[in-house]
């Protein structure tokens, strides 16, 4: 019997709620949410008048390279009830699920996956990590001071002042959230909320340059104490350097460090010494939902003028397979459906990994993700090597 996908309303709760917990193993004393969730939906499917497979639909909104943002479809909470796994009842929800996401003007899809394996066959490829690091406190005291950075703890006053330099940090980054959307107002009074603290790094023109949030571990005892970091964000070197060395003071009653940062996050390249691997990663996925409209809103090269044909194959979301041209003109790039088979083709997948930034041409040829005329390879690898850096896990 195919099942009934439809958006889950209040009267859904309870029985969304036991399908996340059976998934999620939730806390006994975790009431059921509301429904439908701030900034976004749940989207499930029915089968007969169970609610049988979930996905949570959150609409969410992205930096790109260039000052530009653009709308996301972020996906979370996937769970199948588990007597009907294996049934196939994911594929209707994400049919479903990028539809919504067409009709609301996401033109790419990013996830979290338990598993990559289960994302795969949608068109979704890992672009990156977010990463924990365990980080010596010891270490950190030696970073050198620099000069003309002071620091002081912020207040609910600063949250303005947080936005702008959140807002321009990620301007030049690929894929961090604007964290102002309904669905993740990240950078309200929550930020600042007892047990995490904020501090600024303010340079000599009184310019906030840099924060850092951190919640200080119980005791005194370098052997036992831990400082959570979870958002370092230095605008220059100076600001990086001046909130690593502050975290370095507390050297004499905290042992560690646990910081939480993208992959190839810069602020690590600060350390004097090589930071320590990762010890945990939460790894993210991204599809292209809108094929022209998802890479119009990419930033093009100076001095560039140029067309590329190419075709794109085995996408799942409606109206991703096909012949398209990319027309790059200086600094901006324009996309649309072209006619003919000419110039290279692109794997779904593989198209998804070279646009987040973790796969160049080669080596999506040598991954069986691109086929073609290999001409234009070096331009497209020029455009898109930018790394995908999500710091807020969903
Ligand atoms: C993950 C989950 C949603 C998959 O449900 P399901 O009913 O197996 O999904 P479907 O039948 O639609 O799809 C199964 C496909 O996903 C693949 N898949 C499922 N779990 C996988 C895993 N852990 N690793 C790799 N692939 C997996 C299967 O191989 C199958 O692919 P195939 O059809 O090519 O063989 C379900 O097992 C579940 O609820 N797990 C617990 C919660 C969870 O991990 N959710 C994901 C959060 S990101």
Not at 210 to 220: M, Q
Not at 305 to 332: C, I, K, M, N, R
Request: aromatic share 8%.
């Amino acid at each position: 019997m195919e099942p009934l996908i439809r958006e889950l309303t209040d009267a859904d709760r309870d029985a969304n709620h036991r399908l996340g917990a059976d998934a999620f193993g939730y806390a006994a004393d975790r009431q059921p949410s509301a429904l439908p969730p701030v900034g976004g939906a749940v989207l499930g499917a029915f089968v007969g008048d169970e609610l049988t497979a979930k996905i949570r639909a959150r609409d969410d909104r992205i930096h790109l390279p260039g000052n530009r943002t653009m709308e996301m479809f972020g996906v979370e909470g996937v769970a199948v009830h588990p007597e009907a796994r294996g049934g196939g009842l994911l594929s209707p929800l994400f049919r479903a699920g990028f539809d919504r996401a067409r009709r609301l003007g996401q033109p790419i899809s990013i996830l979290f996956p338990t598993a990559a394996g289960i994302y795969r066959r949608f068109g979704y490829e890992l672009v990156g990590s977010l990463e924990q690091r365990e980080i010596a406190v010891s270490a950190l005291a030696k970073v050198k001071a620099p000069q003309g950075i002071s620091l002081r703890r912020a207040t609910n006053d600063d949250l303005g002042e947080l936005r702008r330099l959140y807002a321009a940090w990620a301007a030049e980054r690929l894929g961090p959230l604007t964290r102002v959307r309904p669905s993740a107002p990240i950078l309200s009074g929550d930020y600042l909320a007892s047990p995490a603290s904020v501090t600024l790094a303010i340079d000599t023109t009184g310019e906030i340059v840099g924060s850092v949030r951190w919640t200080r571990g119980t005791g005194y005892d370098p052997a036992t104490s831990i400082i959570e970091v979870e958002d370092l964000i230095g605008r220059t070197s100076d600001a990086t350097r001046a909130l690593w060395r502050f975290l370095g003071t507390f050297d004499s009653v905290s042992g560690r460090v646990n910081v939480e940062l993208p992959s190839g996050d810069e602020s690590l390249t600060a350390l004097p010494a090589e930071p320590a691997p990762a010890v945990k990663e939460h790894r993210y996925m991204l599809a292209l939902v809108d094929i022209p409209a998802a890479l119009a809103a990419r930033r093009g090269l100076p001095g560039l003028t140029a067309q590329l044909p190419f075709g794109v194959t085995g996408g799942f979301a409606e109206d991703v397979d096909g012949h398209y041209v990319l027309e790059v003109s200086g600094d901006e790039l324009r996309c649309s459906r072209g006619s003919s088979g000419v110039g290279p083709t692109f794997h779904a997948r593989g198209l998804a990994a070279l646009y987040g930034g973790a796969q160049r041409c080669a080596g999506l040829r040598a991954g069986g993700l691109l086929d073609g005329p290999a001409d234009h390879d070096a331009l497209w690898d020029a455009l898109f090597n930018v790394p995908a850096q999500v710091r807020d896990y969903f």
